[in-house]
Nanobody, 115 residues
Framework: QVHLVESGGGLVQPGGSLRLSCAAS????????WGWFRQAPGKQRELVAN???????NYTDSVKGRFTISRDNAKNTVQLQMSSLRPEDTGVYYC?????????WGQGTQVTVSS
């Protein structure tokens, strides 16, 4: 069993930056893929970015050039650096990990972009 805990959400003005972090604990052998998803009110959860063990990354089009996902394999952590934030980036951000073919989710952290 793997437990994910996110941190770093909050309220930020448009154009601002936030950094989300997620740490995994428990019976970890090797996390193959990390991801950040978000869910806005009334909308489906969507993939924001993911990164696999070899470092290959994938971003949804709306965040390309503004968000950067990174991972520390030794520490079993993942970060999402968010810049040039827009009101439409508002939502609950969830950390996701795949470890030995099992999907794990964090509890979510709120990100609100508003003036």
């Amino acid at each position: 069993q793997v437990h994910l805990v996110e941190s770093g959400g909050g309220l930020v003005q448009p154009g601002g930056s936030l950094r989300l972090s997620c740490a995994a604990s428990g019976s970890i052998v090797s996390i193959y893929s990390w991801g950040w998803f978000r869910q806005a009110p009334g909308k489906q959860r969507e993939l924001v970015a993911n990164i696999i063990r070899d470092g290959k990354t994938n971003y949804t089009d709306s965040v390309k050039g503004r968000f950067t996902i990174s991972r520390d394999n030794a520490k079993n952590t993942v970060q999402l650096q968010m810049s040039s934030l827009r009101p439409e980036d508002t939502g609950v951000y969830y950390c996701h990990a795949i470890e030995r073919l099992i999907n794990y989710w964090g509890q979510g952290t709120q990100v609100t972009v508003s003036s």
